[in-house]
């Protein structure tokens, strides 16, 4: 939570009645850093990063070093230097992948084999 999301809540409140514990606990969580959520070549890139010791100024200047385009692309294009720059310093979360299931006509659920259809 930032600032003005606080002010914003308290401004919106419709009661005039707060009460303290609940101001404490918002107050507790601004002062957190919040983690920003980065794609897995991007996490991989700032591992990469930490394993070899590099410091912040080595980690944008070696990306332009990198042959990985969509990391290039990420950072520079999409403009996501600030996103960038806030996981290495609060830590990040990577976005989940999108996950398919695909059903195939044909297979045994028993063995886990595909029948023979026909006589082909």
Not at 59 to 79: A, G, P, S, T
């Amino acid at each position: 939570m930032n600032k003005q999301e606080l002010i914003k809540s308290y401004e919106n409140a419709r009661f005039g009645i707060v009460s303290v514990n609940g101001v404490l606990k918002d107050l507790r969580q601004l002062d957190e850093s919040q983690k920003v959520t980065v794609p897995q070549f991007v996490a991989d890139y700032i591992e990469y990063a930490i394993e070899n010791d590099w410091d912040f100024q080595d980690l944008f200047k070696c990306i332009e070093d990198e042959e990985d385009e969509e990391l290039l692309r990420w950072v520079y294009h999409e403009r996501n230097q600030e996103t960038l720059a806030a996981a290495w310093i609060n830590g990040y979360t990577v976005e989940k992948e999108k996950r398919y299931l695909v059903k195939i006509k044909g297979i045994d659920s028993k063995s886990c084999y595909l029948k023979r259809v026909g006589n082909k």
